[in-house]
């Protein structure tokens, strides 16, 4: 069974550039999680989808961050324009379907804002 | 205070040591992961429990509910063990169930 794949995994931008990542899910699961982990600490939820609609996206900087699961399949998370702070790993992740915990991890995108 | 609080942070040992990490959480929970982080940055889910003690290869976890404690245990370490180490609480809000997440242990084997 293939994994949860994103890309690219790495990526360097200078600040108020723009940036989009990309997440495959396992086949067949439902619900798709974006985090974003900064340096030293644990993932932070930015957005939950279950299907092609959001279940959650609280700590979801609207004002820069989007993110679209169009189709209920692949997701894209765009970051526009990125600051400073905005350097971290940004996880993807999938599980069969919301209330299922089990959650399976992508290698995720590392960014770099200069 | 974070909901869930790991220990300790960094953690250095000899090859063959015996290791445990422990992890205490202030909400309610469903379940409780044990993941594993190597440099890259990819995330290995190693366990989700409930209640009791699940055993896989070297490595044990227990949870005690009403306590709100787990441990992982690593018997036997091996320098590819080193890696950091991550506890998330599975909890129920809304219609969603998310995880919360320790700041993780950076566990590093000498060999």
């Known amino acids: 069974e293939a994994g949860v794949a994103q890309s690219p995994r790495y990526k360097i931008i200078e600040k108020r550039q723009s940036v989009a990542f990309w997440c495959n899910p396992i086949?067949?699961?439902?619900?798709l999680y974006w985090y974003q982990q900064i340096l030293g600490q644990g993932p932070k939820l930015l957005i939950q989808?279950?299907?092609?609609?959001?279940?959650?996206d609280s700590q979801l900087p609207k004002d820069r961050f989007s993110a679209e699961r169009l189709k209920g399949v692949d997701s894209t998370l765009k970051i526009q324009p990125a600051k400073l702070e905005d350097s971290a790993v940004y996880l993807c992740?999938?599980?069969?379907?919301?209330?299922?915990?089990?959650?399976?991890f992508g290698p995720g995108t590392r960014l770099t804002v200069t | 205070k974070n909901e869930v609080e790991q220990s300790p942070q960094n953690l250095t040992a000899q090859e063959g040591e015996f290791i445990t990490i422990n992890c205490s959480y202030s909400v309610g929970i469903s379940a409780l992961h044990w993941l594993q982080q190597h440099p890259g940055g990819g995330i290995v889910s190693l366990f989700m429990l409930s209640s009791g003690k699940k055993k896989h290869g070297r490595l044990i976890a227990t949870i005690n509910i009403q306590e709100k404690h787990s441990s992982l245990h690593i018997t036997a370490s091996h320098p590819r063990d080193s890696a950091v180490y991550i506890c998330a609480a599975l909890s129920l809000s809304g219609s969603a169930r998310q995880l919360t997440f320790g700041s993780g242990t950076q566990l590093t084997v000498l060999p």
């Open positions: 086949s067949g699961h439902a619900t």
């Open positions: 992740a999938s599980s069969l379907w919301t209330g299922q915990g089990e959650q399976y």
């Open positions: 989808f279950q299907n092609n609609g959001v279940v959650d």
